[in-house]
């Protein structure tokens, strides 16, 4: 059945309202682009995925995949109701650890890792998984790593996502050590005095049902058998990863919650006595399922434009919000100051950025829009923010979080000055 947008949002007088705020109002205070979250949509995102999970198997760890989202009073939020983190870079194990995170809820699963950011994951004592022999060889001449309990990604020759840059699993992907080799990694990772006690595997994004998913845990639990077997190896967990997926369509369906987990679970279950793995705990990764729509981006229409076709101008851009531009992606978008409205006619909704693919849709049916309207478009919670830039010279907009009635700046808007950050002008120069 299509996902019905509207039926699921807050509407009042003809307004949208994010939480019990008229999102007009907030346009108006704190000025547009303006991103806006809603504390108890994160929350309430997080506790239906992991009662889910955990009302079938209650070893479950849930690893907020901080890529999403880095934002220090989501990864608050997501601290106090209990989230571990997943972390894939030293930057987002510093924010994890910033934001009240103990270094035992932090795994971290690089990729293409120096020599100083393995140290430095060492160093704050977090769960380390390894993506390569190259990495596990080089982590092992780090002093101190001598009995360090590690965890190794597998690539499961599974994959999935909504883009092919958002495929983390197959033959063309760059993650993970190859299924064959997994029992001679792991022997080499005992043989370097390491003591490797989980597995993980990640196949994509965007997931909306759980064939592919189920797909990618047969596979893993069965090459974690065989380590158990040959290696000897006993986990103490095993990683499933992420991917899983929010409606951005209207044409596309809720992940069944329910069916999903009931198949998953089951399917661990029965994998874990064919190979004698014990109890292990399970750990998933998800990110955009708990944040992806509990945010919206404000941007007011500036300019409308009559030319070969017909366009609405918008005050951001690409560099605000990159994945209609990245990856194609769909993005619903709402009048917030016309909820009621019909659509009417096809039109362009652009950016402000002298780029020709600076687009937020194209040909989308939308409302007769008028210079000065107030677009909400929605699922902007994940990769929005954490990917926006400066690009064009354009300072980054201000974020607010809503709780109820009450209003926070989570981050302030950027001022020109911010642009030159760091930047130095050789004395030479200066005249």
């Known amino acids: 059945m299509p996902y019905d947008f509207?039926?699921?949002?807050?509407?009042?007088?003809?307004?949208l309202f994010i939480g019990d705020v008229d999102a007009n109002k907030l346009a108006e205070e704190y000025k547009t682009p303006l991103y806006v979250i809603d504390e108890q949509k994160v929350r309430s995102n997080y506790q239906k995925l992991y009662n889910a999970f955990s009302s079938k198997y209650e070893d479950l760890h849930m690893c907020y995949a901080?890529?999403?989202?880095?934002?220090?009073?989501?990864?608050?939020?997501?601290?106090?109701?209990?989230?571990?983190?997943?972390?894939?870079?030293?930057g987002e194990i510093y924010t994890a650890l910033l934001a009240g995170f103990t270094p035992d809820r932090i795994v971290f699963t690089g990729n293409n890792v120096t020599d100083e950011e393995l140290l430095y994951a060492h160093q704050a004592g977090v769960m380390i998984n390894l993506d390569s022999i190259s990495a596990l060889e080089r982590l092992s001449k780090i002093e101190g790593t001598e009995g360090k309990e590690i965890s190794i990604r597998v690539n499961p020759m599974v994959e999935a996502g909504h883009h092919e840059h958002c495929i983390t699993g197959g033959p063309k992907s760059k993650f993970g050590i190859k299924e064959e080799e997994a029992v001679e990694v792991y022997q080499k990772a005992v043989e370097l005095g390491f003591k490797p006690v989980g597995m993980h595997s990640h196949i994509g994004s965007e997931i909306l049902e759980s064939e592919p998913f189920m797909l990618a845990v047969e596979?893993?639990?069965?090459?974690a058998g065989?380590?158990?077997?040959?290696?000897?190896?006993?986990?103490?967990?095993?990683?499933f990863g992420g991917g899983f997926g929010i409606p951005y369509e209207p044409t596309e369906d809720e992940l069944?919650?329910?069916?999903?987990?009931?198949?998953?679970i089951k399917l661990f279950r029965e994998k874990l006595e064919e190979h004698d793995l014990g109890s292990p705990a399970m750990y998933i990764e998800p990110g955009r399922f708990l944040?992806?729509?509990?945010?919206?981006?404000?941007?007011?229409?500036?300019?409308?434009?009559?030319?070969?076709?017909?366009f609405a101008g918008v005050d951001c851009g690409f560099g605000t919000l990159l994945r209609p531009t990245m990856y194609g992606s769909y993005h619903h978008i709402v009048v917030a100051n016309n909820m009621n409205a019909e659509d009417v006619e096809e039109i362009d909704i652009a950016g402000n950025l002298c780029e020709s693919g600076d687009l937020f849709a194209r040909d989308r049916m939308m409302p007769e829009l008028k210079e000065g309207d107030l677009l909400a478009i929605l699922n902007a919670g994940a990769?929005?923010?954490?990917?926006?830039?400066?690009y064009n010279s354009r300072p980054r907009p201000?974020?607010?979080?809503?709780?109820?009635?009450?209003?926070?700046?989570?981050?302030?808007r950027e001022k020109y000055s911010d642009l030159f950050n760091g930047q130095q002008v050789p004395v030479r120069l200066l005249k």
């Open 383 to 390: 990769y929005a923010y954490s990917m926006a830039s400066q």
């Open 256 to 264: 069944d919650l329910e069916v999903f987990t009931t198949d998953i």
């Open 398 to 412: 201000a974020e607010v979080m809503v709780n109820g009635d009450q209003v926070d700046v989570i981050r302030k």
């Open 6 to 15: 509207k039926s699921n949002l807050n509407i009042k007088d003809d307004h």
């Open 219 to 223: 596979t893993m639990m069965d090459i």
């Open 226 to 239: 065989r380590v158990h077997k040959e290696a000897g190896i006993d986990f103490k967990f095993l990683d």
């Open 291 to 310: 944040v992806g729509n509990a945010e919206v981006l404000l941007t007011r229409v500036n300019t409308i434009k009559n030319s070969y076709r017909k």
């Open 66 to 90: 901080a890529k999403a989202n880095t934002s220090l009073a989501v990864m608050k939020i997501l601290e106090d109701e209990g989230s571990y983190i997943d972390a894939v870079s030293p």
